[in-house]
C-alpha cells in the first residue's frame, strides 16, 4: 500500500479497505470469534469508500482486490466451460446418453459479485457457503435498489446476513432459496452529496446507516509523478493473496454432511481480553454520556460489533504472513 501510495499516488485509506473487504471475502466463515461464550462474531464488513469524482476511489481499491477479481474471472470461465459440457450431454438422447461419460451439472464457483439480484445472490451463496462478496464501483444503485420488491424486504437481509443470521427468500417468482449462514461483505464508492441520500429517516431507524463502515479520507488529486511500482512486488502481493485464498478454500473451509462450513473458533488472549474490556467500557461511558448525541448513540453499539471483526481480520494477515497454518487467538496487537 505504501509502494502504490509512492508510485501511483494511491490512497492509504481506501485501499486498507479494500484489503480488510478482501480478508473478509476469503476468511467467510470458516473462522470466527467468541468474544465470550454467548457472544461470536463473524468477519463481515458493509465498506463505503467515499469521495467526489475523479479522485481515484477505484483505481485504489483495484490496486488491493484485484488478484481476488481474477480468481474469480477464472472461476466464471471454468463454470462456463463446464456447463457447456453439461448441456452437450444433457441434449443427448437417452441411448446416446448411456454410451457417453455422465457430465453433472456443475456448481458455480463464483464468489464476488456486482449487479446481481437479491435472489440470485442467495442462490450463489447457497452453492458458495463461505462467502460471497458484494463489489460494486458506484454503491448509490445498489441503495436505490433496496426495497424495490417489497417494504423492508431486501433491507431486513441485509440486517440478517451482517449479523450471520439465516436468511431465506420466500417470493413466487423464484425457487425458495436458504442460506443458514450468511456472510455477504459489501464494498463500493459513493460520492459524498449521494451518500447523504442513504441516510434516510427509515435507514437510520433500522439501524442500517449505523451499520455502514465509512471511508472518507481528505484527498487531492495529485500531480503525475515519475516513480514506478516494482512487478516483482506485485507478483508477490498477487501470489500472497491467492495462496492465502487457495488455503482457506481448500484446508480450513471444511463441511458438514449438510454442506454448511464448519467455523474455526478462536477467542482474544488473555491480554487481548483485558484491552477489549476497557475498549467496550470506553465505548459504554460514551453511550451513558448526556454529552454525546443521541443520533451518534445508535451508532456506539456497532463500534462494539467491528471492534471484534477489525481484530479477527487483522489477525489472519498476521498469521499468514508469520508463516501460520491457521490463526489460534486474537492477540492484544491486532485487538488494538
Not at 128 to 157: C, H, Q, T
Not at 239 to 267: C, F, M
Not at 285 to 295: A, C, I, M, R, V
Not at 323 to 336: H, Q
Request: with cysteine; net charge negative.
Amino acid at each position: 500500500m505504501r509502494e502504490c501510495n509512492r508510485t501511483l499516488d494511491s490512497t492509504i485509506d481506501y485501499m486498507a479497505a479494500g484489503l480488510l473487504w478482501s480478508m473478509s471475502a476469503i476468511v467467510g466463515n470458516s473462522l470466527k470469534l467468541q468474544v465470550k461464550t454467548g457472544w461470536v462474531e463473524s468477519g463481515t464488513v458493509l465498506i463505503f469508500i467515499v469521495g467526489k469524482a475523479g479522485v481515484g476511489k477505484s483505481p485504489s481499491v483495484n490496486n488491493i482486490i484485484k488478484p481476488l477479481l481474477d480468481a474469480n474471472s477464472r472461476e466464471i470461465r471454468e463454470y462456463q466451460r463446464k456447463y457447456r459440457e453439461f448441456k452437450e450431454y444433457d441434449n443427448l438422447s437417452e441411448k446416446d446418453k448411456k454410451n457417453a461419460v455422465e457430465v453433472r451439472e456443475p456448481i458455480k464457483r463464483q464468489f464476488i459479485v456486482n449487479d446481481v439480484t437479491l435472489e440470485a445472490l442467495v442462490e450463489l451463496h447457497e452453492q458458495n457457503p463461505n462467502a460471497v462478496g458484494v463489489f460494486k464501483d458506484e454503491l448509490a444503485g445498489w441503495i436505490k435498489d433496496m426495497n424495490k420488491y417489497r417494504a423492508g424486504s431486501d433491507v431486513e437481509f441485509w440486517l440478517s446476513s451482517f449479523s450471520n443470521s439465516p436468511v431465506a427468500l420466500n417470493r413466487k417468482t423464484v425457487k425458495n432459496t436458504y442460506v443458514h449462514s450468511p456472510l455477504i461483505p459489501v464494498l463500493g464508492g459513493i460520492q459524498p452529496a449521494v451518500l447523504n441520500e442513504a441516510f434516510t429517516a427509515e435507514f437510520k431507524d433500522n439501524g442500517f446507516t449505523d451499520r455502514m463502515l465509512l471511508a472518507f479520507p481528505d484527498v487531492a488529486v495529485e500531480h503525475y509523478n515519475t516513480n514506478h511500482l516494482s512487478t516483482e512486488l506485485l507478483s508477490w502481493y498477487n501470489d500472497w493473496i491467492l495462496n492465502l485464498y487457495q488455503h482457506i478454500k481448500a484446508d480450513i473451509a471444511k463441511l458438514d454432511q449438510d454442506g454448511e462450513v464448519i467455523p474455526h473458533t478462536v477467542s482474544f488472549t488473555t491480554e487481548a481480553e483485558k484491552e477489549w474490556a476497557r475498549c467496550y467500557n470506553k465505548i459504554t461511558d460514551l453511550q451513558n454520556s448526556d454529552d454525546e448525541s443521541e443520533y451518534l448513540k445508535s451508532m456506539l453499539p456497532k463500534q462494539k460489533t467491528y471492534i471484534p471483526r477489525f481484530a479477527l481480520l487483522l489477525s489472519v494477515i498476521d498469521a499468514w504472513d508469520n508463516g501460520e497454518y491457521i490463526v489460534k487467538d486474537v492477540d492484544a496487537d491486532s485487538l488494538l
